[in-house]
T-cell receptor, first 112, second 118 residues
Framework: LAKTTQPISMDSYEGQEVNITCSHN???????ITWYQQFPSQGPRFIIQ???TKVTNEVASLFIPADRKSSTLSLPRVSLSDTAVYYC?????????????FGKGTKLSVIP | NAGVTQTPKFRVLKTGQSMTLLCAQD?????MYWYRQDPGMGLRLIHY???????AKGEVPDGYNVSRLKKQNFLLGLESAAPSQTSVYFC?????????????????FGPGTRLTVL
């Protein structure tokens, strides 16, 4: 079971780039890395998913080094509306088992 | 297109009472999930389903039962509620995923049910 570790909280000023790193030391060969965003009193919302190297979409980028033991979510030019909790999720599948391990989340506070 | 909906939004139970939480999705997704979220614990998977008529245990299944009689609905039952089950419960669905699929897994979450057991 791949466990994840993230910083508990981060602060950033508006307009800056924010990088949140997730550690998943025992990630398995078939595991994918996914990031979700959650606002208070709402369900999580999918941001991005990747397996290796770099993935980019209209919202964020995900950097995964060759050893895949960590990943970094990059949010370009954050605004106040990006204040939320960000979760790193490792999706482990295979051999009849299915494990969705959410980290404890990183609370991002964007400061004007 | 309502996405994923959950009923009820709030509920207060006494210890020993039973209840069922209903999750419905209108996206024709094969996979559905139930999570609980506790302060400082992130989300933990309770049960999941890879298709109509199937269910499987997640990380914290004890004290809960589930059923998936129809593809669009996933029910979570508490037979005898305990204070330790006080939590926010989230349902999610995804078009792909599951234990035999190493593939894209974008889950769509409902708004949550806040349950308090006294």
């Amino acid at each position: 079971l791949a466990k994840t570790t993230q910083p508990i909280s981060m602060d950033s000023y508006e307009g800056q780039e924010v990088n949140i790193t997730c550690s998943h030391n025992n990630i398995a060969t078939n595991d994918y890395i996914t990031w979700y965003q959650q606002f208070p009193s709402q369900g999580p919302r999918f941001i991005i998913q990747g397996y290796k190297t770099k993935v980019t979409n209209e919202v964020a980028s995900l950097f995964i080094p060759a050893d895949r033991k960590s990943s970094t979510l990059s949010l370009p030019r954050v605004s106040l509306s990006d204040t939320a909790v960000y979760y790193c999720l490792v999706v482990a599948s295979g051999a009849g088992s299915y494990q969705l391990t959410f980290g404890k989340g990183t609370k991002l506070s964007v400061i004007p | 297109n309502a996405g994923v909906t959950q009923t009820p939004k709030f509920r207060v139970l006494k210890t020993g009472q039973s209840m069922t939480l209903l999750c419905a999705q209108d996206m024709n997704h094969e996979y559905m999930y139930w999570y609980r979220q506790d302060p400082g614990m992130g989300l933990r998977l309770i049960h999941y389903s890879v298709g109509e008529g199937t269910t499987a245990k997640g990380e914290v299944p004890d004290g809960y039962n589930v059923s998936r009689l129809k593809k669009q609905n996933f029910l979570l039952g508490l037979e005898s509620a305990a204070p330790s089950q006080t939590s926010v419960y989230f349902c999610a669905s995804s078009p792909t995923g599951g234990p035999l699929s190493v593939s894209y897994n974008e889950q769509f979450f409902g708004p949550g049910t806040r349950l308090t057991v006294l």
